[in-house]
Structure formats: C-alpha cells, structure tokens
C-alpha cells in the first residue's frame, strides 16, 4: 500500500523569508510525486511533479521540491513566500507500475504573514 | 479554455434523498476521478474510470454510484445509503490511466445536509 506524510498542519513564514513545506512518502515500487496548492472553495492546483530524472524539480509560481530517495521524502521549498502563497498544499504519490490512483497527504495550511 | 465543470457548486440534500453531481470535461481525457474532502483528511478516492463505459471503486465507494456513458462526462449520485455526505466533492481527469501526467481538477460540489 502507499501512503503519504505531511507531518505539519500548518506552517507560518513571514513575507521574504524561505517556505517549507514537508512530505515523506511510501510506496512499494518506483514513486510519481506531485504537489498540489488549493485556494478557498477551489480545486486543487497542479504545481509541479517528480518522475524521473534531477532530483530538484521546478514548478509553477517559484516552487520547487526536492526528492530524497533515501529519506522517502519530496519537500516543497519557495526562496521568498508572497502573502498570496498562503494556501492548503496537499503531497500525493502514485506507484509507477500500479496506474494513476494518487494517495494524498493531509495537507499543510500555510500561512504568509506581511 | 479547456476544463473540468462542476455543477452545482452548492447543493443541499433531505433525509432520505439521492442526489447527483455533475461533472464535464472538455479536455479530451480518457480517465476520471471522484473525491471526498473532509477537513484535515485530505482527499479520498471514491470512483474512478480509466476509459469510457468503465468505472471502479476507489477507496471510500460504499453510498455512491457513478457511470461513464460519455467521454466527457462522469456524474456521481450519493444515495440515501451514505450515512455522512457532508463533504467537499472534487472530480478529476487525466490524459490516461498510465499516464505519468497530472489530474486535472474541477473546482468542486460543497455538500450539505438540511
């Protein structure tokens, strides 16, 4: 079975300062990962995904993650947050071999004070 | 542009009542996707079709019922048999079922119960 950890509810950064957001993972074949930022009332938003290949993957809106197999972990990291970063981000995984039923995270609150 | 419609974005339900959602795609995807939002449990699978006239339960499908007739279309009926249907529904599609590229999401049915 896979499943998916993000350890934090919510994660509170002041406007500027770097944005983490913390994901580890478990699947038994080779993992897809994807993160997913949602807005109130709104769908979830594609950000970016990791496959195959560079183990920094960069997405939409300045985002980026980083794959760490042996962690089993895909953080998702902003240099500089924007207030209009605050938002519901949901990590989710796939097994390779296994089609695209996705397992989700909890999701993480982040919060982008001025 | 091309997307995913949900409709309606609001929808209240009686005791005892089957409602159905409604969910159009004009993005030419062969697979499809229902899921429940509860607060802080992220998303759960509750149907999916990987191809015209084919759908299977996901993870959560007991109370629920679907069907794929059209391509771009998979509504989900919650029947009287789901005992807690307050939830945000998400529908998604993607280009394949083995596709490595990412589901595309609607902006989601709020459920309540009167």
């Known amino acids: 079975a896979q499943s998916v950890a993000q350890p934090e509810d919510q994660v509170n950064v002041a406007e500027g300062n770097p944005l983490t957001v913390k994901c580890t993972y478990s699947?038994?074949?080779?993992?897809?990962l994807f993160w997913y930022v949602q807005y109130p009332n709104r769908g979830l938003q594609f950000l970016l995904k990791y496959i195959t290949g560079d183990n920094l993957v960069k997405g939409s809106y300045g985002f980026e993650a980083e794959f760490n197999k042996s962690q089993t972990s895909f953080h998702l990291k902003k240099p500089s947050a924007l207030v209009s970063d605050s938002a519901l981000y949901f990590c989710?995984?796939?097994?390779?071999?296994?089609?695209?039923?996705?397992?989700f995270g909890g999701g993480t609150r982040v919060l982008v004070k001025p | 542009d091309g997307g995913i419609t949900q409709s309606p974005k609001y929808l209240f339900r009686k005791e005892g009542q089957n409602v159905t959602l409604s969910c159009e795609q004009n993005?030419?995807?062969?697979?499809m996707y229902w899921y429940r939002q509860d607060p802080g449990q992220g998303l759960r699978l509750i149907y999916y079709s990987q191809i015209v006239n084919d759908f299977q339960k996901g993870d959560i499908a007991e109370g629920y019922s679907v069907s794929r007739e059209k391509k771009e279309s998979f509504p989900l009926t919650v029947t009287s048999a789901q005992k807690n249907p307050t939830a945000f529904y998400l529908c998604?599609?993607?280009?394949?079922?083995?596709?490595?590229?990412?589901?595309?999401f609607g902006d989601g049915t709020r459920l309540s119960i009167l």
């Open positions: 998604a599609s993607s280009i394949g079922w083995n596709s490595n590229q990412p589901q595309h």
């Open positions: 699947v038994s074949g080779n993992p897809y």
């Open positions: 993005l030419n995807h062969d697979a």
């Open positions: 989710a995984v796939r097994d390779g071999a296994a089609g695209n039923k996705l397992t």
